[in-house]
């Protein structure tokens, strides 16, 4: 059974990067063919998706995001981390990844607990 677990700071400043790493147990992010994602929830708002990396490497990100996200895996630890630059307050969120069998979208079949992110001087 795959479990995700998000993990990183809280708190972060505004104009800083937020960094946060998912951990993958009981599978693997190289695995075909699955797409491993970054999705976010504002308070009051919906889900959003940020970007995924997939079983390749490769990656693709929210058009409206795409300037300042970055994905990346480290496949001898099973992690994937989001790094999100120049934040500000409206990136307060909570922040869920997730695994996918499709491209895309918040169609996830499994997911982290999320972790709450604050952005905030």
């Known amino acids: 059974q795959v479990q995700l677990q998000e993990s990183g700071p809280g708190l972060v400043k505004p104009s800083q990067t937020l960094s946060l790493t998912c951990t993958v147990s009981g599978g693997s992010t190289t695995t075909n063919y699955y797409y491993w994602s970054w999705i976010r929830q504002p308070p009051g708002k919906g889900l959003e998706w940020i970007g995924y990396?997939?079983?390749?490497?490769?990656?693709y990100y929210n058009p409206s995001l795409k300037s300042r996200t970055s994905i990346s895996r480290d496949t001898s630890k099973n992690q994937f981390t989001l790094q999100l630059k120049s934040v500000t307050p409206e990136d307060t969120a909570v922040y869920y990844c997730?695994?996918?069998?499709?491209?895309?979208?918040?169609?996830?079949?499994?997911w982290g607990p999320g972790t709450q992110v604050t952005v905030s001087a």
């Open positions: 997730g695994r996918s069998p499709i491209a895309g979208g918040v169609d996830v079949d499994c």
């Open positions: 990396i997939d079983y390749s490497g490769s990656t």
